[in-house]
């Protein structure tokens, strides 16, 4: 920051008056802030609305007062910012993700979970990037190579699922919950991970050995930023056990688990790693060990201060959305021919909705196969639901798209500035539309809570088992799981899939018992603090 | 950010790999921020360092090796950016100091601590700027007129006393601790606003008319950012606790008290004010309302997060100035005459010694006039230390000091270059050697806690008494002090200083009884949200 990052930053404020303009900009910008969460808090009870959709209202109609105001002049007042989004935005709310995920639940379907994220997201990514090249050569839409096609498939696999998961409840239907939570998490890295390597190979001559480099590359990147999460996470959790910061300062903890994770997340940039699934891992693991190793005051801070970070970060986003969708500039190259600028959007839709049911359906019936109990399986309403769930297209396939067809904000290519003007109107017709629908179709499908069988919900959730571990709640043996249910016999294709899983469950519990965290801390590994936040928040005041 | 505020951001990262080496600044600083927590916390026990020092050390040791291994050019790896400093860093510690200022002490005070903080700083001010005059002229340091003398003195005017208030103890010597860090924030304020003020004003032909319009545009700054601030705070209070964000989520709380505290800030900017007194005030009126308006996880939320972001900003800043004192741009411009370049530090040093010591006792004098008891005056030791504790320049020093006589960080002219090395060697020299003296100085001087008479601490600050006011504890009558203590007749001096002061405390607290706590809620005037953070940070693991 500042450090010969190259970034020049206006004079501003008190010291020098040359850019006033810009603290007027930031003070907009904080206000409506301010609007979005008093709003999005007043229509909370609202039925249609959701927070991510009031910030995107505000954010368009800030943009067309701003363009009313200065005479549809304002082109530059406000440029999406794909740095901004990638460093500053996105890491808050995926550490964030890492940090808050249900990890019983998370690692319990962690196979599916996978098989949606990874395989979902490249079945989507080919019948995009087909759709695309069929449909897109018959039109005008000036020179598109193949690289771009696959660009496009990359960037529409984007899915945001922030509308959703602020409708689902993950205490009442935890399964769908951490399954489109999880998916949405994988889906953004695994398209961030596919767009790279799109761009970094020379794809117009495809063979079978760039192919195989290309899907060995693919491997690699997620693996090693896996790794290198976990380890940020250990090491933060390592460090804080042992020199023990809580005796002099509750701060100096929350201190360093910031910035380690933010660290873990620069430093896989440093490594042309996958930084989002870095530092979603690294929340896990720190969620895991690290917060248990802290003071009571620090768990409740780091809680609730990811927490906050991560929503004024989403809120930032969508108002950001909203007000760069009129960015005149590039709807001025595409004006001349609106017709084609529709269909290009609507050719897109379709992909998306025909390129997420391609894989939302199969694969849960595959991964049905695997499991033993009925209330275990995903239900075609619960399959709808995350095929709706998927639908939208948010802030990472701006910014994707932005990254591709502009050079830094701005374009003058018809072909690149069509495709930017389509991305916007996916963007906001997605988010907005699919977004309203959400709410009024979850409710149809899953209509009561209560009257929702509570599916794996079960088991005690309860924070008085001090030693549940990361993987499952000890499934050893299914005597466990017995307790009064009928249980139907395994065959054997359900035998195949479902006993290595349990298998490593069982190891991983072991060893994490037996070694992980005695030497990293972690619950009922570590003394309790007394340092509780009642006492605590009275000292210094 | 990022929006129209015209800096360009540099390609970083995953998507772009075009710019590396900002990654790589980048980590090399999360790292080094790490470093400095966890090696500041190892030395937390020694008698000479503290954090300050420690982030210095390593921030000079960080250049050395930067600019080894670039063979001495790296010149321009960082870059002092005023901008950054006071648009991020400065507002989280201002606002933090406010915070958590222990409200009743510091209005206790409040005399006391704007007679040093403006009338002290003006004073030194003064001496610096005319020693800087006398001594200046005589010296071959380039073309300096009237307007530059000036600036100097605002800038070696601003004091630092983070290293002092490391080492004084908020519980042990309340009234020193208070005076001191009062002081250190009305002083803040204070040069900044002389140093603006300063620079709009055409200062080559000084007549009384616009010396009277300096001392009324210096007054309005003073009382416009402190009423901005007071009015944020209310602003936040009352949104707050009428519509109760706490029942769906205490993230939300959160996030609106750090928006409108940033709020604030920024409109002070557009405003032109002093955005450091309104975000300080701003502080004091949230944790006298809005604080207590809050469920309980947010108040241990916001007591900790703001308490991290402050101390963050401040070892960042260390760093930053202990990695920027490299700059061989500068040092080359000066190094042909480095006997001269020595002696201006001397002088500077000189005449901020001289400055200090000129108003602390002669001040402190006039404070302990006006009081009645012993143990509420300032004693000479206790003098010793506030005129110590104020001899550190820091990182405001530098920032006006880069504003005055660099362009974007950069300059040629050889008095400005003279002026910039000079105040860094200020910076590093106060910092370093009267730094590390500090911590024995005070143990000589207030050798132990418990021996000391407690001062004014007797009261009990349990957090018990739940209907304490703003101002004061209940002196509405002299006898609700006299608690078995033989009190002295007020001399007619002490009465003439003295009444005013108490009967302003005893109507605001009525009037804060009566009107401010039921509108804008505080301590004992909202029902207490049982979400208790135990209760809370269960829910959801």
Redesign the interface.
Known sequence: ?????????????????S?????????L???L??AC??IG??L?ENRWMNESITALAIGLGTGVIILLTTGGKSS????F????F???LLPPIIFNAGF?V?KKQFFRNFMTIMLFGAVGTLISFGIISFGAIHFFDKMDVGSLDIGDYLAIGAIFSATDSVCTLQVLN?DETPLLYSLVFGEGVVNDATS?VL??AI?SFDLSHINSAIALQFVGNFLYLFIASTLLGVLAGLLSAY?IKK?Y?GR?????E???M???A??SY??S??F?L??ILTVFFCGIVM?HYTWHNVT??????T???F??LS??AEIFIFL?VG?DALDIEKWRVVSSSPGESVGISSILLGLILLGRAAFVFPLSFLSNLTKKFPYEKIGIKQQVTIWWAGLMRGAVSM??AY?KFTR?GHTQLRGNAIMITSTISVVLFSTVVFGLMTKPLVRFLLPSPKGLPRMVSSEPS??KSLSVPLLGNGQESETDLNNGQSVPRPTSLRMLFSTPSRTVHHYWRKFDDAFMRPVFGGRGFVPFVPG???E???R??
């Open positions: 920051m500042g450090l010969g990052l190259g970034f020049v930053m206006s004079k501003i404020g008190n010291l020098s008056t850019d006033h303009t810009s603290v007027v900009s930031m003070n910008f904080v206000a802030l301010c969460i008093v808090h007043l909370e530059h007042l406000l440029v910012s794909e740095d901004l990638f460093i500053y808050q249900k993950q961030v767009f790279n761009q460090i020199l910061f002099h300062s509750t701060d100096r929350v201190a360093l910031i910035l380690m933010y660290f620069m430093l940039e440093l042309y996958s930084a969620s009571e005051s620090s768990r409740v801070t809680k609730h201060a927490a906050t929503f004024i950001y007000m910014a994707l990254n830094a309860s924070p509780s936040p009642t605590q928040s009275a210094g005041w």
